[in-house]
């Protein structure tokens, strides 16, 4: 079981990224999926969940509003729409998920399955 994260570049503020995450191995299609971002020297933080048909949603207070969550379980991806990023949106991306219908969680030891991170950077 593998998760890819990927999408991931180099943007100026303001501008948009959409980061994908994809499964491999299996089908994310009963997943409840995660994404959280890593800067340097910091904790990993929660940036949003999006439960496995998509019906539930939640996004953090630091993003709500710029980031946005959806899958097409057709695709087996979930993707986060990033805009108006900030030069403080740096960060490397992950993705996370769990085999389950209920809703997801802001702890990341929740999670079962982890992907590679993507690397996010906003110049000012």
């Known amino acids: 079981v593998q998760l890819q994260a990927y999408g991931g570049g180099s943007v100026q503020t303001g501008g948009s990224l959409r980061l994908s995450c994809a499964a491999s191995?299996?089908?994310?299609?009963?997943?409840?999926t995660g994404w959280f971002r890593q800067a340097p020297g910091k904790e990993r933080e929660f940036l949003a969940t999006?439960?496995?048909?998509?019906?539930?949603?939640y996004s953090a207070h630091s993003v709500k509003g710029r980031f946005t969550t959806f899958r097409d379980n057709a695709k087996n991806t979930v993707y986060l729409q990033m805009n108006s990023l900030k030069p403080e949106d740096t960060a490397v991306y992950y993705c996370?998920?769990?085999?389950?219908?209920?809703?997801?969680?802001?702890?990341?030891?929740?999670?079962?399955?982890w992907g590679r991170g993507t690397q996010v950077t906003v110049s000012s």
């Open positions: 999006i439960s496995w048909n998509g019906g539930s949603t």
């Open positions: 191995g299996r089908t994310s299609s009963s997943d409840t």
């Open positions: 996370a998920a769990r085999s389950t219908y209920g809703s997801g969680s802001q702890d990341r030891s929740w999670y079962h399955y």
